[in-house]
């Protein structure tokens, strides 16, 4: 058991008879004194595949499932399918591509540290790193003399994802990026 405060983001619980997969978590704090704090978590349901949102109270006790991660890799897709390989056995996960639409954002031929995590021997998620390298594959040039300021512009992606990095970044620079708030952290190594 663990309070509705504790679960993040990839946990699996198990409520109301069913074994659900938390996909996002939205935290709201009510301005009346004395009021909870709620959590409004989306789901998605191991054994029907569907999307559930519920929410709790911060001190509401939830039923955790214990996962297994594996290490794998990207290996390819075909068609709205994406298949992930097993990094030991070699053994293929296949996802729905809409299953993963979030973190296919952050996913390239070369990520480090992929996981894919199991209940109940069902394939339910994805688990990634917590920061990745990418290279820029399109941003305004970089403007002389700019310095570290809170100054940004956009920088796309080849896998969609767009964020907002300093102005002295520039097109096919690789860049660090944490995946849990989607911003630029600093140029790669």
Do not use: C, W
Not at 1 to 19: I, P
Not at 27 to 33: F, L
Not at 110 to 123: G, H, M, P, R, T
């Amino acid at each position: 058991m663990a309070k509705a405060s504790d679960v993040k983001r990839n946990m699996a619980v198990e409520h109301n008879g069913k074994l659900l997969v938390v996909k996002n978590i939205e935290v709201s704090s009510p301005s009346a004194r004395g009021a909870a704090t709620l959590y409004k978590m989306r789901f998605t349901d191991v054994q029907a595949g569907s999307k559930v949102e519920q929410t709790f109270k911060g001190d509401d006790q939830l039923t955790l499932v214990d996962l297994t991660k594996r290490a794998a890799t990207y290996s390819y897709e075909e068609g709205d399918t994406v298949i992930f390989m097993d990094s030991e056995d070699y053994s293929q996960y296949t996802f729905n591509r809409e299953d993963i639409e979030d973190e296919l954002l952050f996913i390239t031929d070369d990520i480090q540290d992929l996981k894919v995590v199991i209940a109940d021997e069902k394939v339910v998620g994805l688990e990634l790193p917590q920061s990745v390298e990418m290279v820029i594959e399109q941003t305004d040039p970089s403007i002389k003399g700019a310095s570290a300021t809170a100054r940004t512009k956009p920088a796309e992606f080849s896998t969609g994802l767009t964020i907002q990095v300093p102005e002295y970044i520039s097109t096919g620079e690789k860049v660090k990026i944490n995946v849990e708030e989607k911003k630029f952290m600093s140029r790669a190594d």
